[in-house]
C-alpha cells in the first residue's frame, strides 16, 4: 500500500491510560496507552477492528501510521469492535493527554 491510509473517524474516545483495562474494550493485538503517550511525543491510537481494516486490509496496522484530521497518528494497538445499533463504527481512541487543536 503505498502512502499513508487517509481515513474518516465516525467516533473519537478520548481515555486515559489503565482505561482499558478498567471497559469492556480488549486490545487483541499490540498495547494500551501508557506513560509516554503525552504532549510532545508522537500522536499515538488505539483503533477497532473495523477501522483496522479501512487502513490495511491485507494485515496488521499495528506500528502503521494513518492520518484523520490532518494529523499523522501511529497504531499502538487494536481493540476488538464493540457495537452500537448493530453497526461496528471506524472508533479511534486516543490518549486524554492529547488533543486536536
Do not use: W
Not at 25 to 54: C, K, M, W, Y
Not at 81 to 88: G, P
Amino acid at each position: 500500500m503505498g502512502g499513508l491510509a487517509q481515513v474518516a473517524l465516525s467516533l473519537v474516545m478520548i481515555v486515559s491510560p489503565g482505561l482499558l483495562a478498567r471497559s469492556a474494550l480488549h486490545i487483541e493485538h499490540g498495547d494500551e496507552f501508557d506513560e509516554h503517550d503525552r504532549i510532545g511525543s508522537p500522536l499515538v491510537a488505539l483503533v477497532n477492528q473495523t477501522l483496522a481494516r479501512r487502513i490495511d486490509p491485507s494485515g496488521s496496522v499495528v506500528g502503521r501510521v494513518f492520518v484523520a484530521d490532518g494529523k499523522s497518528l501511529q497504531v499502538v494497538g487494536v481493540v476488538k469492535d464493540a457495537y452500537l445499533l448493530s453497526v461496528a463504527d471506524a472508533r479511534c481512541c486516543l490518549p486524554l493527554s492529547f488533543s486536536f487543536e
